[in-house]
């Protein structure tokens, strides 16, 4: 089912953000800072990874996005990049089991056809297994790229509407939106990069039009239940217009 679009509606809003999308930023720094290799951090960031599904499962949290790895992330040394594809496997081998235990249901997106075989099964086994489940919806951006979303999204319309050639007038939003890796999910209410960086470093392009975004210096391995909820008080302060002006809102409450 494609999701309402925030250019086209008004969403509803909560004082919990609906969903939830992070940039896992920062763990190769904080290795660096304790003359740690930079996979120790990758290492340690799986456990902040666990803090923050149950974090935002026991506080109402209905999507949970995590950028786990960029389609411009292969571009970091051979070793890393190595290292972080045994992570992943790993990852998915131990902790499938706890989230089902937690009532999630896991969901990767991205471009999947350069990781190896075993990598492949392991995430459609882990997305059958966890199928059935409905707390919380944790999607993981593996090999992801904003721009390539919405590339592959336009060459499924495409393909699916050869007419829209000769007739690009009926192409709209709702056509491409439901091509979309995440066309399952509504957009994000909540986005946070953590780490000190302040971009969005092609992530959600599509579906960050009208998210908060929230950045914090703190390094994603330390990142932690206490840093959501200084988050969510942010986001609770924030004035979603989405468009309209101030005194509209006003005098609808």
Known sequence: MTQASSTRSIPATGQIPRHVAIIMDGNGRWATQRMLP??????RGVQA??????ACGRRGVEYLTLFAFSSENWRRPAQEVSLLMKLFVRTLEK??????AQGVRLRIVGDLAP???KLRDLIR???ARTADQSS????????YGGRWDILQATRALLADRPDLADHPEQLDEDALSARLAMAYAPEPDLFIRTGGEQRISNFLIWQLAYTELYFTPCYWPDFGAADIDQAFAWYRDRERR???TSEQLRTQT
């Not at 990874?49 to 149950?54: C, F, I, L």
């Open 49 to 54: 990874v666990r803090r923050a599904v149950e």
């Open 38 to 43: 930079r996979t120790a951090g990758h290492v």
């Open 95 to 100: 902790e499938v089991d706890k989230l089902i």
């Open 242 to 244: 989405f468009g309209r």
């Open 115 to 117: 990781f190896d075989r």
């Open 136 to 143: 919380l919806v944790l999607t993981i951006a593996a090999n």
């Open 125 to 127: 086994d882990a997305e």
